[in-house]
């Protein structure tokens, strides 16, 4: 059976009807002001030099300009014996320190620092840091004073633009959700307490567990993962031989071996060469270097837990 409307009903559907069509539509920039406001401010951007491979920036230590190398592989900001005995810096006594290398774990003294910058923005006061050689800097001029860890770095959301040389810290965005470029390869990575970042790699199509380390400048994987992503002992012996080191410790032999694909999901690349040796890498298969990092953008979010390859 249907109803039928009266004169007066039909009336106020159409003033119900007129008072729809009147609302205002969501602003189209809507999406765009939400984005605006997870935007996450910009501390500071400094530019970068690459040297043998190595990411190197100017920073300040006690007011003295200084070179340092940004190395999200390290724990602790390190400094070298030299220089935290020309700025005569006091020994952190209450907190005796360690250097954790690739061929095992040495002593380290520790001392305070008074006041850090990049750029013209004080990054820490007052802050412990270790002391160590660096052998493998040895020959860059001006001379490396250090290291800039994790201690610092991890407290923002790190840029570093390889291809334009130039390397930016933001402080840490309001929203969970924030991807920095909308065509962004987006890794997961695993924080330590210490701010390191530990990520799922693969090499030769096998997953490996890596250490995100941009102050190795060539990528490294231990023999025995070599062997289990197919590396014979075979092919090693006909690979190129090699030798390096890390803080404070001793010269370690290495075979720069060709593999088939390096790299992380999204953003694999092929035919990438890395060193291959007798290293101890607590907690990962292998270190991700600056070899593989320098090739693309990338933005290391410590908030969240993420890492953007562009």
């Not at 802050?127 to 160590?132: L, W």
């Not at 660096?134 to 800039?148: F, T």
């Amino acid at each position: 059976m249907h109803r039928v409307l009266s004169r007066r009903a039909l009336g106020l559907l159409a003033a119900v009807a007129a008072l729809g069509a009147c609302t205002p539509a969501p602003p189209a920039n809507a999406a765009k002001a939400r984005a605006k406001a997870c935007q996450p401010a910009r501390v500071l951007e400094i530019p970068l030099r690459q040297e043998r491979n190595f990411l190197l920036a100017t920073a300040t230590l006690d007011g003295r300009p200084a070179t340092l190398l940004i190395d999200t592989g390290a724990e602790t900001t390190t400094l070298t014996p030299e220089i935290a005995a020309s700025l005569r810096l006091p020994a952190d006594a209450g907190h005796p320190g360690t250097i954790v290398g690739i061929t095992g774990t040495v002593p380290s003294t520790n001392v305070v620092l008074g006041r850090l910058a990049l750029g013209n923005v004080v990054l820490a006061t007052a802050h412990g840091v270790g002391v160590g050689a660096l052998p493998s800097l040895e020959g860059i001029e001006p001379p490396v004073a250090g290291l800039l860890g994790v201690d610092v770095l991890a407290g923002y959301e790190v840029e570093l633009d390889l291809p334009g040389r130039r390397m930016a810290l933001y402080a840490q965005p309001p929203c969970a959700g924030y991807v920095p470029w909308r065509d962004a390869v987006s890794v997961p990575f695993q924080r330590t307490h210490s701010g390191l970042a530990f990520i799922d790699a693969r090499v030769n199509g096998r997953a490996v567990r890596a250490l995100l380390d941009t102050g190795a400048r060539t990528s490294l994987l231990t023999r025995q993962t070599a062997r289990a992503v197919g590396v014979t002992e075979r092919m090693l012996a006909s690979d190129e031989a090699r030798t390096g080191s890390g803080v404070g410790s001793a010269s370690v032999a290495f075979r720069h071996h060709r593999f088939a694909s390096l790299g992380l999901p999204g953003a694999v690349d092929a035919d990438m060469a890395a060193n291959v040796g007798d290293v101890r890498l607590p907690g990962a298969d292998m270190l991700l270097g600056a070899d593989y990092v320098g090739r693309r953008r990338v933005w290391i979010s410590y908030a969240t837990g993420r890492l953007f390859l562009r």
